[in-house]
């Protein structure tokens, strides 16, 4: 949608136009109405999954708590991407269009994690101090690195639409922010991940480290 500048292929929301509810008349429009017909299909599986979920036996509330996290992040998406259609892809409802997915990508991430185990998350024990603070420190360092990189594609020439208003920085100060970021971060797991081998850190988290 964004490379191709198709995002107000369909000017309007839910329906593509005031005239048409489905529209795949010309190639913007039909890149569009598939992004939203694939958006749509991903509740099946968060429902397949929240029902799994009670199902199962014993019941593990650390399974089920993610999975309403990814029915609100999936709900709050389709409001998000609606109003930024109404908003003309204003930088900012972009943005936010996209780190309500990559949560949404997390919190699922965290349930294929959580299903591989056999123990609920309150029954395998706690970390040292230490390594919570580095995890952490790591998540808060992800999330920089993900909100930089937004800015970045809002600065750039990609908006979804040629037409779209762009955040007015210039973009190579921003792509270095994240570049360094994101050089940052990379240079921190590394660090974590060692110690947390020399420290002798359970085998789970070094695997997730890894």
Not at 178 to 203: E, F, Q, Y
């Amino acid at each position: 949608v964004r490379l191709t500048n198709s995002g107000l292929g369909c000017a309007d929301w839910p329906a593509c136009s005031e005239s048409e509810f489905i529209d795949v008349s010309s190639r913007h429009a039909a890149i569009e109405q598939f992004n939203r017909l694939f958006s749509g299909l991903i509740g099946l599986p968060i429902v397949a999954l929240l029902v799994a979920g009670y199902r199962r036996r014993p019941r593990r509330s650390d399974l089920i708590r993610p999975v309403w996290g990814m029915f609100a992040l999936f709900a709050a998406e389709a409001v998000v991407g609606g109003l930024s259609v109404l908003l003309e892809l204003a930088w900012f409802s972009v943005s936010a269009h996209f780190l309500l997915a990559i949560g949404l990508v997390a919190l699922a991430g965290l349930c294929v994690h959580r299903a591989g185990s056999d123990l609920a998350i309150d029954d395998t024990g706690t970390c040292d101090p230490w390594l919570r603070r580095s995890a952490l420190a790591i998540l808060l360092g992800t999330v920089w690195v993900l909100i930089w990189g937004t800015l970045l594609t809002a600065a750039g020439p990609h908006g979804g639409d040629e037409l779209a208003d762009r955040l007015a920085w210039p973009i190579p100060v921003v792509a270095r922010w994240h570049a360094v970021s994101v050089d940052i971060l990379v240079v921190g797991v590394l660090v974590v991940t060692v110690l947390a081998v020399r420290r002798g850190a359970p085998t789970p988290v070094v695997r997730a480290l890894g």
